[in-house]
Structure formats: C-alpha cells, structure tokens
C-alpha cells in the first residue's frame, strides 16, 4: 500500500506514545529465559515485537496475552529443540536469538526478507559465537543462517562494536547461562552504547549480575545464573515519538504525547533537547511532551549516534530550518534496513530537500520556505524513513506519494492513524 501525504498546515491534539519496541523485545526475551511466570505490562505490538514473540514461543515459551499484559512461562535456560526460527525482518530479534540458539542443538533462521534483513550483515556476532565453541553455517554472513550449538562454553570472548551494538547484547543476554564465567571485550568503537545501556538495565531488572566497565567496552559475567520471573512495565517509545515531535515542528501545531518517561534511558530521547535546540516551543515535565509549533526552526549541529533511531526524523524537521544542520558520528545508519543515508537522502533530494552526505554525516541546508512536492518517492522498505519523509510532505507545496508505506508497521502500526488523528491529511491508496 501507498500512501498519499497531503500539506497539511496545522496539527493539533493528544496521542498517548505507542510502547517501546526496544524495550518489550528485551523483555520478552527475558521472560522467555526465566523459569517461572513473568508478566509485561503494556508490550509494544509491532512486526519486530511480534517476531519475538513467535519465535519465543516457538523456542518453548508459553504466551497469554490481553489487551494490556503478556504473560510468559518462560523455557530458563533449556530451549525446545526447534529446527527452524523465522524472524522475519526484525534484525535485532535475529541478532539476539542467534546467540541464544547456541542452547539448541540445531537452528536454521531462514530468509524470508532478501532485500531487506537478508541483505545485511552478522559478521562479527558469528565470529564471536565461534570463540564460545558455537558452529555457524552462513551465506558470507547473511541469512539462511544455521547455529549448531548445545553446548556453548564461556571464557574471554571479543565482539567488534563498529557495526552494531546488539552483537554485543545478544552475548550478555546468552552469557550469564554458560557454566564458566565470561570476559567480554569490546573491539574498535561501539555504536549506540545508550542501547547497550538499556540492555543492562533490563538484563539487573531480571536479577542478573554483570559488571561493565565504565566506557562499557569491557564486561565480567559470572556464569551458572538464573533469570528471575519478574512483572515488568514498558515505557513509551522514543523513536517512534520522534516522527510525531517533528512532524509537530515543522507545522503550525498544539500537540501533546503522554507516555514519554523524563528520565527514560532511551537515547532518542535527545529529540527533545535537539527540538529545543531548533528553537521549537516545548515543555516536557511529568512524562509529557507538548509542543506549540510555529513552524519556525533554527539549524543544528548534532551526534546521532545516541540517537540513532531519531536521527531521520530531525533530519526532516532540519529541511524546514534557517540555516545549514549537520547530524554526524551516523554513520551505522548505513546498516540499517537500508542505507539510510543514502537512500534517504536520494528521496529527500527527489521531494526537493537540499541535502549531501558524508561517510558518516548528514549535511542539511534548510528551505524554510518548504520543498516543491509532487512526487512519487521510496521508502526502500524501512519504518524510520516511511515516517520520515511523511513529515516532509506535511510542509511541501503539493502532495508526496510515499512507495510500500505499510511497512510502518514493523515498527509503529498506528503511526499514519496517529497523524491523522492530529489532522494530517493522509490517504491510503493500492500501490
């Protein structure tokens, strides 16, 4: 399905925040690795957090689910023997149950999204998977990728960071389990440490112990641990909330989102501050954001890496800014469900944005009087830029015709029925 964004001058009323994919996936995670029953409180539905949940159940756990809990009978540390897991096109999911299928005698992840998932690389987690003494049969690190574990040893492993922050994750989630203790060591840089962050704070929360260092480059992990069955609440979800904040920026608007956590750990949270930053009247206190929007920005200067699932839509706020923006340290946007640099920025360009790249940067020079508008533009698939380039018609001269714009889903389902709901003028048509 297409999607038709109209321009739309003024937004204006109350969502409450979908809940946080990052943190349901991990918490569904978690629960699935106790023995005993967990409950999640207001979980995230999403293709992502819906993939967890399949291939958690898939793996042995028992769901039951209403309109506002899951509760999860959780298989420990003693998987089913399941020879096939699908996980659609949810890299994170994958990235994670690769290393816990190293429980498993045999797994095959199959390929069910070439273009997108099955596109991106798992390098550096299977050569760590292979100091654990995990065999991986792989197609030049993509999927179909098949785990041959059963009897994973710890010990000192390494793990490159320079990719991506959830090979990482995915060890500390399979480590505590191991009999031995494990040292884990991080190599080269490590992008979203923030994420790393979240992953540590879930991963105390179940009553597991792990000691990082403080740059969080290295970590102890004492072996033969339990996950504890716990009752868990998630947050509203950041990234998400991102699209909608700058949407609200770069319009005339009165729009108030409840369910933004002041204190949360999320890195996109920065979206706030960058807003600010961008002179856009905001208040947020008491886990809400309202934002008054004249439709006034100021250029910014940026690093994206904390913030890496917002960046795309600061990006589209700085279309519309007074003034040259520039988001750097980004480039793991690169790895994403496309190159969201350049294939975002080739479609900004075709809608009339004033855009150039780097390796690592985002250089935007702002039209405060708008884009022209009027075409048919790509969203290669990917959630963050479907949002993304909607916000950027909101404010063109005439309508955007987003390509496969259903694919929001993966991420936030409700997302065009939130903007509609603030009086966006968006239309569905078959593609």
């Known amino acids: 399905m297409d999607v038709i964004v109209t321009p739309t001058p003024e937004l204006k009323g109350e969502i409450g925040a979908l809940s946080s994919k990052n943190y349901t996936t991990r918490y569904l995670l978690v629960a699935a690795l106790a023995e005993g029953t967990s409950t999640i409180h207001f979980p995230a539905h999403s293709e992502d957090s819906d993939a967890m949940r399949r291939c958690i159940r898939d793996l042995g756990a028992i769901l039951e689910e209403d309109d506002e809990k899951i509760v999860i009978t959780g298989f420990g540390s003693k998987p089913v023997d399941v020879k096939e897991l699908n996980v659609g096109n949810a890299g994170a999911v994958l990235r994670f149950l690769m290393a816990i299928a190293a429980l498993c005698p045999e797994v095959t992840f199959v390929n069910t999204y070439p273009d997108s998932l099955g596109k991106r690389p798992h390098d550096d987690l299977i050569t760590s998977l292979g100091q654990l003494g995990v065999e991986v049969e792989h197609q030049n690190g993509r999927l179909p990728i098949k785990i041959r574990g059963g009897q994973p040893r710890g010990g000192k492993i390494t ?68 996950y504890v069955a716990q009752s868990y609440t998630v947050q509203g979800d950041y990234p998400g909330s991102a699209a909608v904040l700058a949407a609200a920026a770069v319009t005339k608007s009165d729009v108030i989102i409840h369910r933004l956590p002041v204190e949360s750990k999320q890195g996109e949270k920065a979206v706030v501050d960058v807003l600010q930053m961008m ?17 006034i920005l100021k250029a910014v200067e940026f690093d994206g890496d904390a913030a890496t699932d917002a960046v795309l839509a600061m ?39 004033n855009v150039e790249e780097r390796q690592a940067e985002i250089i935007v ?21 479907i949002m993304a380039l909607s916000i950027v018609g909101l404010r063109a001269k005439q309508p955007i015709v987003i390509r496969d714009a259903h694919h929001v889903a993966k991420s936030y389902p409700q997302y065009f029925d939130h903007i509609q709901a603030l009086g966006a003028n968006i239309e569905w048509v078959q593609g």
């Open 159 to 226: 793990v490159s960071g320079s990719v991506s922050s959830q090979y990482l994750s995915a060890l500390l989630f399979l480590t505590p389990l191991l009999e031995e203790d494990s040292e884990i060591t991080v190599l080269h840089d490590l992008k979203s440490k923030v994420v790393v962050g979240q992953t540590l704070e879930v991963l105390a929360q179940a009553g597991i112990t792990i000691e990082a260092s403080e740059d969080l480059m290295t970590y102890k992990v004492p072996g033969r641990q339990k």
């Open 365 to 385: 020079h702002g039209r405060p009087e708008g884009v022209e508008g009027g075409v048919t533009i790509d969203a290669h698939y990917d959630h963050r830029v």
């Open 315 to 353: 990006v589209a706020a700085a279309v519309f800014a007074e003034g040259t923006s520039r988001f750097y340290n980004v480039e793991n946007l690169r790895y994403k469900e496309c190159d969201r640099i350049t294939d975002y920025l080739t479609e900004l360009r075709k809608a009339g944005a």
């Open 279 to 295: 002179q856009v009247p905001l208040t947020h206190e008491n886990d809400v954001v309202h934002v008054k929007g004249t439709g």
